[in-house]
């Protein structure tokens, strides 16, 4: 596993947005909007940041600017110092939509990055099984995606990101699309795996609850054209985090009422002519 701490110089964000903003273009329309606008935020190493905020707020511009997939207008992204200018495999993204490819099987799936970096068959097979067991994917490798729950898609969508080692990675609401009680087994899971992978994550969601569970801390945006409207530290231990654990604790719901004011509060002043792509 690549060391995700070693690569940031003393004193500097593993990411670091500063003044950023974005124009989307409706490719269908062409229509243009200012999705993201003078906005900050900086992420330490092996943080856990969690991003909310109101509908057409652009929450998942931001992240595609910071995986590198569309240009700033003006402003800078970096990591570990070193101006963002495209894609990179230090970034690894996981959409909602599992972008798992049909026809191969899941332990194909989960080596495909290290097929196409030309690492040697065994060696990225063997790579693929080691982080297919930590995301809890055991006995399933020859299954094909139409063989597989929503949630174990996911699950291999998140194994084949971690199998590229990357240093950060950026979620884009990637529990959204199943049910209920299979989204809190994976943000249970997820807990686990971005400790013990000292990953840095970015992870967008329109869940209060999802973002506390997950979260080191969240940051809050107003509505678009995005910015950061605060960020709230989330003070429950990692290593004792469950829903169990959390659903019992008063200070639990008093902080998802708080960020709830703030995202309502935020979504409360929208202008309906400047809402961009979510």
Known sequence: MRDAVAHVPPGVAKLAVADLTLDYTNPETGVSHRAVEHLDLD?????????VGPSGCGKSTLLSAIAGFIPATAGSIRMNGALVTGPGAERGVVFQEYALL???????????????????????????RKFLAIANLHGVEHKYPHELSGGMKQRVAVARTLANT????LMDEPFAAVDAQTRMVLQEELVRIAARSQLTVLFITHSVEEAIFLGDRVAVMSPGP?????TVDVPFPKDARTWAALNADPAFAALRDRLLQLVRASGASAQPAALASA
């Open 166 to 169: 990357p240093e950060v990675m």
């Open 102 to 128: 049909p026809w191969m099987n899941v332990l194909d799936n989960a080596a495909l990055g290290l097929k196409l970096r030309g690492m040697p068959r065994k060696q990225r097979y063997d790579e693929a």
């Open 226 to 230: 995005g910015r950061i409207r605060t």
């Open 43 to 51: 992420v330490a190493a092996n943080e856990f940041l969690c991003v």
